[in-house]
């Protein structure tokens, strides 16, 4: 049974760092992409960063430079480190997983759509 459990959200200042960790298990975490996606208050849900299988990383503009994501196969975990947050990165951010393809080779690694497995989430608040 595929289970993915995030932890690390809170509240926090603006201009200061939260690191997000998305235990998994269930799946060969070696062979799987791996997403944070976040949904805003009345919004869609979107993709924020992702890694593949094969170590590509991708992330959506408004996060580029502040916003790392991570792996870590022994742990079968992956992390977003958050660092200069804003009050627009304010949402509840999701880790998921879907099995790597090479099909996913632009900027379809971030489409929400495209991931089979979800985490219950975890909520983010960036404010002063």
């Known amino acids: 049974q595929v289970q993915l459990a995030e932890s690390g959200g809170g509240l926090v200042q603006p201009g200061e760092s939260l690191r997000l960790s998305c235990a998994a298990s269930g799946f060969t975490f070696d062979h799987y992409d791996m997403a944070w996606v976040r949904q805003r208050p009345g919004q869609e849900r979107e993709g924020v960063a992702c890694?593949?299988?094969?170590?590509?990383?991708d992330y959506v503009d408004s996060v580029k430079g502040r916003f790392t994501v991570s792996q870590d196969s022994a742990r079968s975990t992956a992390y977003l480190v958050m660092n200069r947050l804003e009050p627009e990165d304010t949402a509840m951010y999701f880790c998921a997983a879907r099995q790597g393809n090479a099909v996913y080779s632009g900027p379809n690694r971030l489409w929400p759509s495209t991931y089979t497995y979800w985490g219950q989430g975890s909520a983010v608040t960036v404010s002063s």
């Open positions: 890694v593949t299988w094969n170590g590509n990383v």
